[in-house]
């Protein structure tokens, strides 16, 4: 029976992760805490990966229980703490001089910031999954892997790319359940420019979503639905609740595949 391995939040859109053992997954089917918080211009446009790869030089971690955060660029022994719900406006500021533009910080409780609205459930992933990507380019790692796919739901499946069995033909979906959860399987996740860069240097891979593209397809299980793929540049599932009621999720978790809806 596969199992989930590991739980990752991304409190800050776009920042580094927080492990957990266990999370709660939201009425929105967003997991608590996870992309909490969003970092935009003076537009209101996102301040993340895709636009600048200023944010791989920033570590940072968010404590969801004391609202403490604390931000160090790479290369800096300084490290910056704050803390978030009293001294945001601070926070703001040295965003702003960082990013060397007007930074605000909007935070949604409810659902966070997911990029696909309509998909608003976590992404899950094999880690098989990324043990095959890690060797399909020379010096990266399986951290590395994890780090530059940044899924929420790791699943110990014994197979390469078994979230595949999370897709349906057509235009349906797989109800599956971890733990007293379920979930909607609904599309392969498409990336973006962030896979190409190593997370912790921001230095890029040049050719990595065509050479990644080619694995892929060549790679694809013959059991996987080929169809959904209108490119092979897609890793992980992206997910929607079955149910609209809380439920927490814990590392260990069975995970099993229920049906068709």
């Avoid at 996870?34 to 537009?43: C, K, N, S, Y």
């Avoid at 403490?68 to 490290?79: I, L, N, P």
Wanted: hydrophobic share 40%; proline share 6%.
């Amino acid at each position: 029976m596969p199992t989930l391995a590991r739980i990752h939040l991304y409190p800050f859109k776009s920042l580094d992760p927080v492990r957990v053992s266990e999370a709660r997954l939201l009425p929105t089917g967003a997991l608590e805490h996870d992309r909490r918080f969003a970092l935009v211009d003076e537009r209101g446009a996102y301040i993340n990966g895709k636009r600048t790869s200023l944010v791989h030089a920033l570590r940072t971690h968010f404590n969801p229980t004391s609202g403490g955060f604390s931000v160090r660029v790479v290369g800096s022994d300084d490290e910056h703490s704050f803390q978030v719900d009293q001294q945001r406006s601070e926070l703001a500021t040295w965003f702003s001089r960082y990013f060397e533009m007007p930074v605000s910080i909007l935070e949604n409780t409810a659902g966070g910031f997911p990029d696909d609205l309509e998909l608003p459930g976590p992404t899950v992933i094999s880690s098989d999954s990324l043990s095959a990507v890690a060797g399909w380019f020379e010096g990266v790692t399986v951290d590395g892997a994890r780090d530059r796919f940044r899924a929420n739901l790791e699943i110990d499946a014994g197979e390469p790319f078994w979230e595949d069995r999370l897709l349906a033909l057509g235009m349906g979906a797989v109800r599956f359940r971890i733990g007293d959860a379920e979930l909607l399987g609904m599309n392969p996740c498409a990336r973006c420019i962030v896979p190409t860069r190593d997370a912790a240097t921001g230095s890029t891979i040049h050719g990595f979503a065509k050479e990644f593209a080619r694995l892929r397809k060549e790679n694809l299980p013959a059991w996987a639905p080929a169809e959904r793929f209108d490119h092979f540049y897609r890793l992980a599932v992206n997910t929607k609740p079955a149910a609209s009621r809380p439920v927490v999720i814990r590392e260990g978790d069975e995970v099993e595949i229920l049906g068709l809806e």
